[in-house]
Each structure stands twice: as C-alpha cells, then as structure tokens.
C-alpha cells in the first residue's frame, strides 16, 4: 500500500505473500528514525553540570533541572539504551554518532557516555565484550537510576527494573538485536534503503486470540518496514528473528508456527499483507551455523500446515541484502 492513506491497493488472495504495507501508527523514538542530531558531545558550549547526590535517590526537581541540560542526542542515546535494555560502547557510536569521522565519532560518543555515566543516566555491566582488556570500548550499558526516572516519570522505589545481572545467554540475545538495529541504521544513512520504522522486542510483539479464544502472544524480535530505493511510497513489512544456535530446530519450527497462527487471523492483512518471516541465524561455528539454516529450511518444507515462501533463512550479513531486493529469493 502507498504511504498516503487515500490510496488502495489489493490484498493478497492467500495471505502468504506480503505485499507493500503502509505504517499505521507514529514512528516510535527509536535511533533509526530519530534525525541525526548535532555534532556537539551533548552539552551546551561553556557549561558544567554540577554532579548530583550519589547516596540518595534523586530528586524531582533535580532531575528535572538534570533534563533541561541534555541534548536531543543525550535523550536519543538514553531512548535507545531502553529499548534495547543493553548496548555497547560501539552500538551507542553506530546509532548516534554514525556522521562523525571515526577517530572524532569515537571520542565523542565515549566522552558523552562517560558524562551520562557520571550522572547516573546510564550504569554498566561488571562484564565487558571482549574482556577487561578491552577498556571502556568494552563497556555494556543500561539504564540506571536517574535515567530510569528521567524516562520514566516514576521514584526508584515505584517498580524501577533491575535487570542489572543478566544471564550470558539473555545478554548475546538482546546485543544481537541490537546488531541488526545497527546495521539497519548503517544502511538507512548509507541509503541503501530506508528504515521507514524499526520496533524492538517487546514493544514489536502482537498479541492476538487463538484457537477457543486463548490468548496468545507472537514474540518477534524485531518489527521493521522499510522502502527501496529510499524515498519509493511502497512499504515492505518484515518480522525479524534472530537466532544464535541455542536453541534447537523443533524450538525454531514451533515459532514459524506462531507466525502462522499470527498469520490466519488477518490482522496484518488487513494493512495490505502479512510480512516476511526472516530468520537471521548464525553460530560460534561457521559450518554449525550453515547446517542449521540449512535444517531450518528443511523442517519448513517438510511441513504442510506452514508456507515456506512465508519464510526466508539468511546469515546476518545477508539481512541488508535480502532487505535491498524486497525479500525475493
């Protein structure tokens, strides 16, 4: 369907095969659609913040006087790290300060995170990517106590998450995510494509009634649209999984399963046409990870109650390309 809503356009017979979709809602504030925002660190030329209270929490007044003092930017960076709940040093830098010559991009963003960090906006991991010899480029970071507040609007005590020791497998998970976020946003400035709206897990799930009016929930990871070339009125629809070899193929086919049960109540394609199922699936092996993509695809064809042109089954560096040629095989 074209972008302009007085323009019809008509839906698939079989519902199997999406078609253009137009975004029926506002742009979340992710960083993809966010504008890229000044080349400055943050804070306003000539100022300093003074440091707020460590031992107590916060006050109201303080942390509005704190957000009177940040940039669009320092906003962005804190939107995204709620989003994505975890993002590291190099995540920040590739969403936010991606028009930056490297060297100067690089500075920036970790002198900018460093003063988010001061003022507890954001907290980090005891663990770092790559290890304690990676520095602070190893840092993983979350929303801590006064960003929660600044996002928020609700006191420490009032059910602030503390998701502040995640397992190591929770933790690959939602950094992957946020990987495909990346380049995603790469690819978008780049234009390559355009990232019409990008929704991260769990905002991105679908809740729908299922056989006997059972509620049920489709958990996919990513929800994206996006328009080729940049700039073209037809919008593509895709429903992003990201797998990385923990789980096992029955695990995998039982989520296609989902996305068909998703797909028969019609909700989608109501808005033009049910999306993409892309399944991005890598492993610590690169021959482990081509045989499960492999058995994945396999599993779908041997099942009847699935449509295998529903799904597509890439390596995450085939994500973007597979995006650039609208899903064709």
């Not at 940039?71 to 590739?94: C, K, M, N, P, Y």
């Not at 629809?237 to 296609?256: A, M, P, R, S, Y």
Request: proline share 6%; charged share 25%.
């Amino acid at each position: 369907m074209r972008r302009d809503d007085d323009c019809n356009h008509p839906h698939p017979t079989d519902g199997q095969i999406p078609y253009p979709l137009r975004s029926s809602k506002k742009l979340p504030l992710t960083s993809a659609n966010d504008p890229l925002v000044s080349l400055n660190d943050g804070a306003h030329t000539g100022t300093t913040l003074p440091k707020p209270r460590r031992k107590q929490r916060m006050k109201p007044r303080d942390i509005d006087e704190l957000a009177s003092w940040l940039s669009e930017r320092d906003f962005g960076i804190l939107g995204s790290v709620a989003e994505h709940q975890f993002l590291t040093v190099h995540q920040v830098e590739a969403l936010h300060f991606g028009d930056l010559a490297p060297t100067s991009g690089g500075r920036i963003a970790r002198r900018t995170l460093a003063r988010l960090r001061e003022y507890r906006l954001l907290g980090t991991l005891k663990r770092r990517i790559g290890g304690v010899k990676s520095g602070s480029a190893g840092l993983v970071h979350y929303l801590d106590t006064a960003g929660d507040q600044l996002l928020n609007k609700r006191s420490a005590q009032q059910g602030r998450r503390r998701s502040r020791d995640p397992s190591t497998r929770f933790l690959s998970h939602r950094l992957a995510i946020a990987d495909a976020h990346v380049a995603l946003a790469q690819s978008h400035r780049q234009q390559s494509l355009e990232l019409v709206e990008c929704v991260v897990e769990p905002i991105s799930w679908r809740r729908f009634l299922g056989i006997g009016a059972v509620r049920l929930t489709l958990k996919t990871d990513l929800y994206i649209e996006t328009a080729v070339p940049p700039g073209n009125e037809l919008v593509h629809g895709w429903f992003v999984e990201i797998d990385l070899g923990t789980e096992g193929i029955q695990t995998l086919l039982k989520k296609c399963h989902d996305y068909e049960a998703y797909r028969r109540t019609g909700i989608e394609q109501e808005q033009g046409g049910f999306p993409l199922v892309i399944w991005s699936m890598t492993h610590a092996d690169p021959l482990t990870a081509e045989r499960r993509r492999r058995d994945l695809g396999k599993a779908i064809d041997r099942d009847h109650s699935l449509a295998p042109k529903l799904f597509r089954i890439v390596a995450p560096d085939q994500l973007i390309p597979l995006l650039m040629s609208g899903g064709a095989v």
